[in-house]
């Protein structure tokens, strides 16, 4: 999410600072201990504003929500917003998705949400669509297995981009709809979802059933060569 650089940014933060998790990989395979007895471990990609983030964690006390979001204007607005609701469940994480790995343990996550990722439309740039199969590769081995993603989006092109990289990894795909909120709303929205809904983009949505997977060798080599 792109925002004006705030010139109170850090002290903002500071004030909410008990809702943010400064060193992550400290408590990889052990989140839960941030609230014993939880029923499951959710984590967001991209939260944003927090709109969604603060209303999914208020709607489900007994679950553990993890917000990652890599924009920290955005962030301090988000924690600001669970620490004015009085939140005790939602904790956040300034940090790019690609290093998922390092702070989660295998199988940790019981859902992740990707709501209304960056498209990045040009082809060159395929690798880094959140549902792109590298990343998909990533998920699956930190979500258990039958544990689920929970995808939207407004992006058409982006939807059948990644409903085709979601086959092409041998996943299942429960309740896929091309207009979400066709007869009316369902579900929490996101600030971003509820602008678009009121201009008469449909929303994409699917629930994405997670395994694990190998990547095709060619894949395996290209991402080889990029990490050397």
């Known amino acids: 999410m792109r925002m004006r650089k705030m010139k109170n940014r850090d002290s903002r933060m500071e004030r909410c600072g008990q809702l943010r998790i400064s060193e992550p990989a400290a408590l990889k395979g ?3 201990s941030l609230k014993p007895g939880c029923t499951a471990l959710w984590v967001e990609v991209g939260c944003g504003k927090g709109k969604f983030t603060a209303e999914t964690a208020q709607a ?3 679950v553990l929500l993890i917000a990652v979001e890599r ?10 917003k669970a620490q004015a609701m009085g939140l005790t469940n939602v904790y956040f994480i300034d940090m790019d998705v690609a290093n998922i790995e390092e702070i989660f343990d295998g ?12 498209p990045w439309p040009r082809k060159k740039n395929a690798k880094r669509r959140l549902t792109h199969r590298g990343f998909l590769d990533k998920y699956c081995r930190v979500i258990k297995q039958g544990g689920e993603i929970h995808y939207k989006t407004d992006n058409a092109p982006l939807f059948e981009f990644s409903v085709e990289e979601f086959a092409a990894c041998g996943l299942q795909v429960n309740n896929l709809t091309r207009n979400l909120h066709e007869n009316g709303i369902v579900g929490i929205m996101t600030g971003y979802e509820e602008k678009f809904h009121a201009l008469g ?3 994409n949505r699917c629930e994405v059933v997670c395994k694990p997977f190998v990547l095709p ?6 991402e080889t060569e990029e990490n050397a």
Not at 71 to 80: I, L, P
Not at 217 to 222: G, V, Y
């Open 30 to 32: 052990n989140w839960r």
């Open 60 to 62: 489900n006390p007994d």
């Open 71 to 80: 924009c920290r204007e955005a962030m301090v607005v988000a924690m600001e």
């Open 107 to 118: 199988f940790e996550i019981d859902r992740l949400f990707i709501n209304f990722p960056d």
């Open 201 to 203: 983009t449909p929303i």
């Open 217 to 222: 060798k060619e894949e395996k080599k290209e």
